[in-house]
């Protein structure tokens, strides 16, 4: 698991670490960074993507 984190961008992983192992939401991921949830969804999006990509080798 620690090898398919390396793969994601600083922001990927820090979005994904606040969302999924913090349990924060979306919107308050987004207020916290000042930036539009839409952003979020989509780093977050990317993110696991990639994760998932590196199991599926």
Do not use: P
């Not at 987004?30 to 949830?37: I, R």
Request: hydrophobic share 35%; charged share 35%.
């Amino acid at each position: 698991m620690q090898q398919a984190l390396q793969n994601l961008t600083e922001t990927q992983y820090r979005r994904i670490d606040l969302h999924i192992v913090n349990d924060i939401t979306i919107r308050d991921i987004a207020k916290l960074e000042k930036v539009k949830k839409k952003q979020i969804e989509k780093s977050l999006q990317l993110g696991l993507k990639k994760i998932k990509k590196f199991f599926e080798k």
